[in-house]
Protein backbone atom coordinates (compact mmCIF):
# COMPACT_ATOMS: atom_id res chain seq x y z
CA UNK A 1 0.00 0.00 0.00
CA UNK A 2 1.48 3.48 -1.15
CA UNK A 3 1.88 5.99 2.00
CA UNK A 4 2.92 9.27 2.12
CA UNK A 5 3.14 10.90 5.36
CA UNK A 6 4.37 14.19 5.89
CA UNK A 7 6.12 16.13 8.70
CA UNK A 8 7.37 19.22 9.69
CA UNK A 9 4.31 21.44 9.67
CA UNK A 10 4.20 24.37 12.50
CA UNK A 11 3.62 27.76 13.07
CA UNK A 12 6.38 30.33 12.26
CA UNK A 13 6.85 33.74 11.83
CA UNK A 14 6.97 35.75 8.53
CA UNK A 15 10.21 35.27 7.56
CA UNK A 16 11.18 32.31 9.15
CA UNK A 17 12.02 28.84 7.95
CA UNK A 18 10.27 25.41 8.06
CA UNK A 19 11.71 21.92 6.33
CA UNK A 20 8.73 19.82 5.96
CA UNK A 21 9.26 16.27 5.32
CA UNK A 22 7.56 13.19 3.47
CA UNK A 23 8.49 9.44 4.07
CA UNK A 24 7.25 7.07 1.33
CA UNK A 25 6.57 3.24 1.58
CA UNK A 26 5.00 0.77 -0.20
CA UNK A 27 6.68 1.81 -3.66
CA UNK A 28 9.86 1.71 -5.30
CA UNK A 29 10.51 5.56 -4.04
CA UNK A 30 13.47 5.70 -6.54
CA UNK A 31 11.74 5.47 -9.55
CA UNK A 32 9.58 7.99 -9.49
CA UNK A 33 9.32 12.12 -9.40
CA UNK A 34 7.79 13.88 -6.08
CA UNK A 35 5.54 16.70 -5.95
CA UNK A 36 4.58 19.07 -3.18
CA UNK A 37 1.44 20.92 -3.67
CA UNK A 38 -0.42 23.59 -1.27
CA UNK A 39 -3.64 24.83 -0.60
CA UNK A 40 -4.22 28.04 1.17
CA UNK A 41 -7.48 28.40 3.29
CA UNK A 42 -10.21 29.10 0.81
CA UNK A 43 -8.52 28.68 -2.61
CA UNK A 44 -7.72 26.40 -4.96
CA UNK A 45 -4.45 23.85 -5.07
CA UNK A 46 -0.97 25.00 -6.02
CA UNK A 47 1.77 23.05 -7.65
CA UNK A 48 5.02 24.42 -5.61
CA UNK A 49 7.90 22.06 -6.44
CA UNK A 50 8.52 18.96 -8.03
CA UNK A 51 11.87 16.53 -8.35
CA UNK A 52 12.96 14.14 -10.35
CA UNK A 53 13.27 10.70 -9.11
CA UNK A 54 17.30 10.93 -9.45
CA UNK A 55 17.01 13.96 -7.81
CA UNK A 56 19.05 16.18 -10.07
CA UNK A 57 16.68 18.25 -11.86
CA UNK A 58 14.11 20.41 -9.48
CA UNK A 59 11.21 22.53 -10.37
CA UNK A 60 9.60 25.43 -8.26
CA UNK A 61 6.74 27.76 -8.79
CA UNK A 62 7.74 31.04 -9.58
CA UNK A 63 6.26 32.76 -6.46
CA UNK A 64 8.64 30.29 -4.09
CA UNK A 65 11.43 30.10 -6.55
CA UNK A 66 14.74 31.51 -4.88
CA UNK A 67 13.14 30.63 -0.99
CA UNK A 68 12.05 26.88 -1.44
CA UNK A 69 14.75 24.09 -1.96
CA UNK A 70 13.42 20.54 -2.59
CA UNK A 71 15.25 17.21 -1.78
CA UNK A 72 15.59 13.66 -1.77
CA UNK A 73 17.07 10.64 0.05
CA UNK A 74 16.80 7.72 -2.16
CA UNK A 75 18.30 5.57 0.61
CA UNK A 76 15.75 7.09 3.74
CA UNK A 77 12.69 7.20 1.06
CA UNK A 78 11.98 10.82 2.07
CA UNK A 79 11.43 14.31 0.04
CA UNK A 80 12.60 17.13 1.43
CA UNK A 81 11.05 20.74 1.14
CA UNK A 82 12.92 23.61 2.83
CA UNK A 83 11.09 26.39 3.27
CA UNK A 84 13.14 29.97 3.72
CA UNK A 85 11.43 33.49 4.30
CA UNK A 86 7.84 32.87 4.31
CA UNK A 87 5.28 34.56 4.02
CA UNK A 88 1.84 34.96 5.63
CA UNK A 89 0.06 33.92 2.44
CA UNK A 90 1.63 30.87 2.45
CA UNK A 91 -0.24 29.80 4.92
CA UNK A 92 -1.43 26.34 4.19
CA UNK A 93 -1.69 22.66 4.20
CA UNK A 94 1.31 21.16 1.79
CA UNK A 95 0.79 17.87 0.02
CA UNK A 96 3.60 15.51 -0.96
CA UNK A 97 1.77 13.67 -4.19
CA UNK A 98 3.82 10.25 -5.78
CA UNK A 99 1.90 7.65 -7.94
CA UNK A 100 -1.09 9.08 -7.96
CA UNK A 101 -1.88 9.44 -4.30
CA UNK A 102 -1.67 12.25 -1.74
CA UNK A 103 -0.13 12.13 1.75
CA UNK A 104 -2.07 13.65 4.69
CA UNK A 105 -0.71 17.35 4.32
CA UNK A 106 0.93 19.39 7.14
CA UNK A 107 0.16 22.26 7.93
CA UNK A 108 1.91 25.50 7.62
CA UNK A 109 1.22 28.84 8.96
CA UNK A 110 2.76 32.27 8.93
CA UNK A 111 1.77 34.58 11.56
CA UNK A 112 3.34 36.79 13.93
Known amino acids: EVQLVESGGGLVQPGGSLRLSCAAS????????MIWVRQAPGKGLEWVSA????????YYADSVKGRFTISRDNAKNTVYLQMNSLKPEETAVYYC?????WGQGAQVTVSS
Open 97 to 101: VAVGR
Open 26 to 33: GFTFSSYD
Open 51 to 58: INSGGGTT
